[in-house]
């Protein structure tokens, strides 16, 4: 049974966890506990009810409204203090983005996703570890600081006519096609050896990796026909760089598999090469699919065409009627989910579509082929309404508003499909193809080129204790596209990651990391030199504070056991943020 139909109340008995786990006397408890997850209480279910929306029935969650805080920037490096032993191979960068400014002037910003980017650096040498942040130059920053006020609008804010302007010419702007932003808050990305950061519009800046500096403005519609693309491509050993974008014409809405080649011919260039290999109709010309990512294994990208839909028309109109872009935004669970397998080399999309039922899915783990299948795996959920809920004043309430919250949001959790490759007209329907051994997915032939896809849990019962898992992380420069055995993730007990998750797929066992009181970011594997094993290495996060002043810390677990090994302390509060990366070469 999927995830979220075990917990919503109007469908069946909820597994949800005791509200003793997030008193608030816990919330200031700082003892450390790295352990195996069996070890954990066992958490009370509560009986349904009927008609109610809810996915789950917490209380008591404490307030963490600090997490999304303005801060200042700290552009020139400053010492940490050590706990623990941080390796002393680590010999690099681990860059974090995320927003960092969310009001301009007394103009504040609704949406989590609309903070001014925020770009931060740990510099890690011989155990020793400094921190410094940069807020992005973007021309978005650039405007809002000259006006003092929100002057670009962003996914969940539409900006306002500007004040000074007559009332023409207030009355004008209105019926302007909304600006993209360029306020890149979400990833650390690379193309042909260089850094950007990136969100998902059309705009992207170089940046230089020590000094956090922009130093270049890029825009993709140069150099290929998209109008935006994911903060998410994947890369393959060589440097070969995939990603997507939309493209949008008089025809309708199309999904576009783009390609970056490895190296530059010339030291300043940037995409140049960029092509892009096909390019997909959406299904509904004007409402195509939202994506935040996509998967990819040896041969093939994967295009995963969810029911969350992007009301082309009410985007266009949005800032006439006053409403921003997450209002164009819906969710459609009549619909169901589509697989498109586009091959790496040739461009060709296959005509055979995979379905599943409607879920929603922000983050894949890994993607390989293996004895004529191919192997997916994701985090999702049965519900795609949870980016509505992730506006600011929901993460800055407390009490009964803040569990309400969270109770109305369906937790994601890792999920594994299984798409046969060798389908042709000898293929028997109403059977399922999936004969790998101990594997609970099915795919089922239901029309020509058609099957039907349902998923395996990558995990036991335990994980609802965590709320399910998100933001995962692998071994990826050595496992993406192959078999593997560990990822790696965040446990969801509250709007934001409180746990580190180690899952081991040999038995689906979990080790986590976890201090009550404390927020831990996307885990991020580094492997150790001369590496033998998977897991042979360090995890870092950087662990959010708010109820304890300047003592945002860096994490270094060791990816094995999963125990800590050190923590860098930062005297300066950083807000919780999305993705980073680490900068091995970076001249230390």
Not at 195 to 219: G, I
Not at 252 to 279: F, H, Q
């Amino acid at each position: 049974m999927p995830d979220c139909e075990k917990q919503q109340h109007h469908r069946t008995r909820l597994q949800t966890f005791d509200t003793a786990t997030y008193s608030r006397d816990q919330a200031t408890a700082m003892e450390t506990t790295a352990h195996q997850q069996n070890n954990t209480p066992a958490l009370k279910k509560s009986k349904a009810r009927k008609n109610i929306s809810h996915f789950t029935d917490v209380h008591g969650l404490p307030c963490i409204e600090r997490i999304v805080t303005s801060v200042e920037d700290t552009p020139d490096p400053i010492n940490t203090d050590i706990t623990g032993k941080i390796p002393e191979w680590i010999n690099g960068s681990f860059l974090r983005n995320g927003p960092g400014k969310f009001e301009i002037g007394n103009h504040k910003f609704n949406h989590w996703f609309d903070g001014m980017a925020l770009l931060h650096q740990f510099r890690i040498s011989d155990g020793q570890v400094t921190y410094k942040s940069r807020f992005l130059s973007s021309d978005s920053y650039q405007a809002n600081k000259e006006h003092n006020r929100i002057a670009v609008s962003e996914f969940g804010t539409v900006t306002m006519p500007d004040p000074c302007k007559n009332f023409f010419q207030r009355f004008l702007s209105r019926f302007e096609l909304p600006k993209p932003t360029d306020n890149a808050n979400v990833s650390f990305v690379t193309y042909k050896g260089d850094y950007y950061v990136s969100t998902e519009t059309n705009v992207m800046h170089k940046v230089d990796p020590e000094t956090l500096e922009a130093t270049k403005k890029v825009d993709w519609s140069k150099f290929i026909a998209v109008n935006g693309a994911t903060a998410h491509p994947h890369t393959e050993s060589d440097g070969t760089t995939y990603n997507m974008g939309n493209s949008y014409s008089p025809k309708g809405a199309y999904y576009n598999i783009i390609r970056v080649p490895p190296n530059k011919e010339t030291p300043d260039e940037t995409l140049e090469g960029a092509m892009v290999l096909c390019s997909i109709p959406a299904g509904e010309k004007t409402k195509p699919s939202y994506y935040h990512s996509f998967a990819m294994s040896e041969n093939y990208v994967v295009f995963i065409e969810q029911p969350i839909k992007m009301n082309l028309l009410k985007i266009v109109t949005g800032k006439l009627r006053g409403k921003s872009i997450s209002d164009g935004f819906l969710w459609d669970p009549k619909l169901n989910t589509i697989f498109h397998l586009i091959h790496k080399q040739t461009g060709k999309v296959s005509s055979l579509k995979y379905h599943a039922k409607a879920l929603s899915t922000f983050h894949q783990i890994n993607a390989y082929e293996e004895d004529g299948f191919l192997i997916m795996d994701m985090c999702a959920s049965d519900d795609g309404q949870a980016i509505a809920n992730y506006n600011i004043q929901n993460l800055r309430k407390s009490g009964e508003a803040l569990d309400e919250v969270y109770n109305t949001l369906c937790r994601a959790f890792p999920r594994r499909f299984i798409l046969p490759l060798n389908v042709d007209d000898d293929t028997p329907y109403d059977k399922n193809l999936n004969n790998r051994p101990n594997s609970t997915a099915t795919s089922i032939m239901i029309a020509k080129n058609k099957v039907f896809c349902t998923h395996e849990d990558l995990h036991k019962e335990d994980l609802h204790q965590y709320g399910g898992l998100e933001f995962p992380q692998i071994n990826y420069g050595k496992y993406n596209t192959h078999p593997y055995r560990y990822f790696y993730g965040c446990g969801f007990r509250h709007l934001v990651g409180d746990t580190l998750i180690k899952m081991d797929l040999n038995g689906k066992q979990m080790k986590v990391w976890e201090q009550p009181g404390l927020y831990p970011s996307e885990p991020v594997f580094i492997p150790s030199p001369n590496a033998t094993e998977e897991d042979d290495g360090v995890v870092l996060s950087v662990v959010i504070t708010p109820n304890k002043d300047k003592s945002t810390f860096l994490l270094v677990l060791d990816a094995k056991t999963f125990e800590e090994l050190g923590r860098a302390a930062v005297p300066v509060n950083i807000p919780y943020g999305f993705h980073g990366t680490f900068n091995a070469t970076a001249k230390i």
